[in-house]
T-cell receptor, first 114, second 109 residues
């Protein structure tokens, strides 16, 4: 009964492949996020959806495409993977879009591109 | 220059010591300040939350915010080996969090 769950936890793939990471939250939250954490532990927001609508789209290559089929799910699809995409990707959720929201993170998906 | 600066450490202390962590920031509009703890191979979890300036205490943890200096800090008293983790500061004036780089702390038994 993990609150924010994402799969797979570990993913090793070759350059040029397309891969997806799935995320689900059972907290009843309206807002979901994708964050990227690089090798220096720096966390940076990529996307945010509120009730299935895209509200944050940071400067991310368009090879990255989020998809929210419903407000409990936010998946991340990555096309034509590059070495620089190797990182940890965290899915997260918050109750709503409001200043100072508490954000709840999943356990992370470790992506290694070889 | 990053919006939020945090010394990545690493920081190694003996059990029972006081751990002091801090972040500085440049955006004077920030009003909400948080500390997240991240264990190895896990996601960040919220540890402390402070609105505007002031102190907040929760058990062995104390968070302080000084908006005039654009400086926040976290103190961990009577540190335990289980406190070994990376601590990330985060802050915002809306719903987009800006994170520090995280400080890795090891508490030696």
């Amino acid at each position: 009964d993990t609150a924010v769950s994402q799969t797979p936890k570990y993913l090793v793939t070759q350059m040029g492949n397309d891969k997806s990471i799935k995320c689900e939250q059972n907290l009843g939250h309206d807002t979901m996020y994708w964050y990227k954490q690089d090798s220096k532990k720096f966390l940076k927001i990529m996307f945010s959806y509120n009730n299935k609508e895209l509200i944050i789209n940071e400067t991310v290559p368009n090879r990255f495409s989020p998809k929210s089929p419903d407000k409990a799910h936010l998946n991340l699809h990555i096309n034509s993977l590059e070495l620089g995409d190797s990182a940890v990707y965290f899915c997260a959720s918050s109750p709503r879009v409001a200043p100072g929201n508490t954000i709840y993170f999943g356990e992370g998906s470790w992506l290694t591109v070889v | 220059q990053k919006e939020v600066e945090q010394d990545p450490g690493p920081l190694s202390v003996p059990e029972g010591a006081i751990v002091s962590l801090n972040c500085t920031y440049s955006n004077s509009a920030f009003q909400y300040f948080m500390w997240y703890r991240q264990y190895s191979r896990k996601g960040p979890e919220l540890l402390m939350y402070t609105y505007s300036s002031g102190n907040k205490e929760d058990g062995r943890f104390t968070a302080q915010v000084d908006k005039s200096s654009k400086y926040i800090c976290l103190f961990i008293r009577d540190s335990q080996p289980s406190d070994s983790a990376t601590y990330l500061c985060a802050m915002t004036d809306d719903y987009k969090l800006s994170f520090g780089a995280g400080t890795t702390v090891t508490v030696r038994a």
